[in-house]
């Protein structure tokens, strides 16, 4: 009686780090197990952030979980090599034949299952019944294949002969007689000889698929690392970034009390003083109110005896003693620190600005040298270029290329989309946007979903008769209403092109530029956001400036597009 088991496979006591078995194993806290060596090796290049990562279920463990080897399963893998080592090596019995199996020609009863057949005697054999094939000089000629359910194939249907010869005029197998009939004349070659050199054939083919495997695994596995790097480098500068954020706060919160603390100091000091100089001037008043009403009960006595001699010892009316001159008003004495602190304000708005558009270009900058396209690779040249040297011809814009997409939040519900969102045209009929505060409620106009930030450059196309406008814009530009706040180019937030087919302009801050050239039906649009340039191009054959300015960018910007009813404009994809 066959005994019952549970069967267990190798991969369950592989390693996910180095995809062998087991060695030394240990287990970590969440319970995946690993080589020893494995998991420290992995753990040791994250050292530096005190934070371990579990490589299959990601859970973070701090500090470093101590390992301990797991004996149990130290002993389950020993014996399951041992158990593979046996059945490996375990003769193969003999066994009856199932469905799909060739079944031996020579056994009575149930057939056992054929390991061999004879091409000569056309007949499959089991372990048994084929031994006389070995051990029978009469066999010695026969040529025995693996079992095979196809003998008859192996037959000429014509001569009833065997198939050794193979024609390469027309890729058959023939017999001996067929090359005396209709192949007289044609490439013939041995059939063995032919499936020799097929073999070999098949065997390059073999290897360079070998080879690609290799290179896609290689590949594959500098990805995996790519992929385990940025996200440990995302991790960890965005830890610092929190770091950073975090003092600033608490510089900010140290500084506002240090500041409030000042004004309270100087607020004790100042009211004091004038509490000091008011019971003063209480006294005197108080002193000066004494003497008057002695003043005038003297000159109401009727005794002109005793009013003299009270006089006698007046000499002289008291003076007043001199007093400091005061100007006490609550509403003017710290209006020159309120005034600076709005300044203080502003210039930490500016700088704040200012800073995050250049991490923003950083993180652009990243996304850009990760992602290796044709035209990518070539931004990365732009490091050896000094950074006041413009692009001169067409190849030199697309080494800034970006693929910018449509924001369907912000488009004006009469616009509507196609071409996978690439396309974007006015109707007579609002679409039924869901309401959205991105959204323009009056203007045709749609912006981009990124802000752009360093060397940008895209090109759209367009068609029609309402023309078009094209440009960037702040994020914080009006959406509502249809006032110039809101329109592309007519504010101090925005700028554009008008484009149709009789007349073409730039727009900015209510400022109109007329542009002599024609609009092309495709534009070009480069942008050096820290250089302060934004150009125009007509796209043809070559490249033909229409307009180009000069200003100063506070902050990252987003391509936009106003659409004139009866007109089409398409972002194009190189």
């Known amino acids: 009686m066959a005994q019952a088991g549970v069967v267990l496979d190798k991969d369950q006591f592989n390693c996910s780090i180095c995809l062998d ?14 080589c020893s060596n494995c998991i420290q090796d992995y753990w040791d290049q994250d050292d530096y952030l005190g934070i371990f990562v579990c490589p299959q279920c990601r859970q ?64 499959s054999y089991c372990d048994v019944h084929v031994q006389p094939h070995y051990e ?85 596995q500098e990805l995996r690392q790519a992929i385990f ?82 006089c006698q010892s007046l000499h002289s009316p008291p003076v007043p003693s001199a007093l400091p001159s005061v100007t006490v008003d609550p509403n003017l004495t710290f209006e020159k620190l309120r005034q600076t602190l709005a300044d203080l304000k502003d210039s930490v708005d500016e700088t704040l600005e200012r800073e995050f558009s250049r991490i923003s270009e950083k993180v652009i900058s990243l996304k850009e040298s990760s992602n290796q396209s044709t035209y990518e690779k070539a931004k990365a040249k732009d490091a050896d270029t000094p950074y ?36 974007v045209t006015t109707r007579l009929e609002p679409q039924p946007y869901p309401d959205h505060p991105d959204r323009f409620t009056s203007w045709a106009q749609v912006l981009c979903r990124a802000g752009m930030a360093g060397r940008c450059y895209w090109e759209v196309e367009w068609a029609g008769n309402g023309g078009v406008s094209l440009g960037i814009c702040y994020k914080n530009m009006s959406r509502s209403g249809g006032g110039s706040d809101s329109k592309l180019g007519h504010n101090s937030k925005s700028w554009s092109l008008d484009c149709s087919y009789s007349v073409c302009s730039f727009q900015h801050n209510k400022e109109s530029v007329a542009i002599t050239a024609p ?43 106003w659409v004139g009813l009866g007109s089409t404009l398409k972002l194009c994809s190189l």
Do not use: W
């Open 229 to 310: 790097s940025l996200t440990r480098s995302a991790r960890a500068a965005s830890e610092e970034s929190d770091t950073v954020f975090t003092e600033l706060i608490r510089s900010i919160e140290l500084k506002r009390f240090e500041v409030r603390e000042l004004i309270r100091a100087q607020e004790k000091t100042a009211v004091s003083q004038a509490e000091q100089l008011l019971d003063k001037i209480q006294k005197e008043i108080a002193e000066l109110k004494k003497s008057e009403a002695e003043l005038d009960k003297l000159s109401h006595t009727e005794d002109h005896v005793h009013f003299l001699q009270s």
């Open 21 to 34: 078995v087991l060695k030394d194993p240990v287990t970590i806290p969440c319970g995946h197990s690993y």
């Open 388 to 423: 006041n040297s413009e692009p001169k011809t067409r190849a030199d814009f697309l080494r800034y290329y970006n693929d910018i997409t449509l924001d369907p939040t912000t488009a004006n519900p009469y616009l509507y989309f196609s071409d996978g969102q690439r396309g």
């Open 136 to 220: 029978s000089a009469a066999f010695k000629k026969h040529k025995l294949v693996s079992a095979s359910k196809k003998l008859q194939e192996t037959i000429c249907p014509r001569h009833d002969k065997l198939l050794e010869v193979y024609c390469r005029t027309d890729k058959q197998c023939i017999c001996y007689l067929c090359l005396t009939d209709e192949h007289k004349g044609h490439d013939t070659v041995l059939a063995e000889a032919e499936m020799e050199q097929k073999q070999r054939q098949l065997g390059d083919m073999k290897q360079s698929s070998q080879l690609r495997i290799q290179l896609r695994e290689k590949e594959a």
């Open 60 to 123: 973070n463990f701090n500090p470093r979980p101590v390992l301990a080897r797991n004996t149990m399963l130290a002993d389950v893998v020993e014996k399951f090599k041992k158990t593979g080592l046996q059945e490996a090596t375990a003769p193969e019995n003999p066994s009856f034949a199932e469905a799909d199996d060739v079944e031996c020609d020579v056994c009575t009863g149930r057939k056992n299952k054929a390991v061999k057949s004879c091409l000569v005697c056309l007949a």
């Open 519 to 561: 609009c092309c039906s495709r534009i070009g649009v480069y942008l050096d956001l820290r250089g302060g340039t934004l150009s125009f191009y007509n796209i043809s054959d070559t490249m033909v400036l229409l307009h180009k300015v000069k200003t100063t960018f506070t902050q990252p910007v987003y391509p936009g597009f």
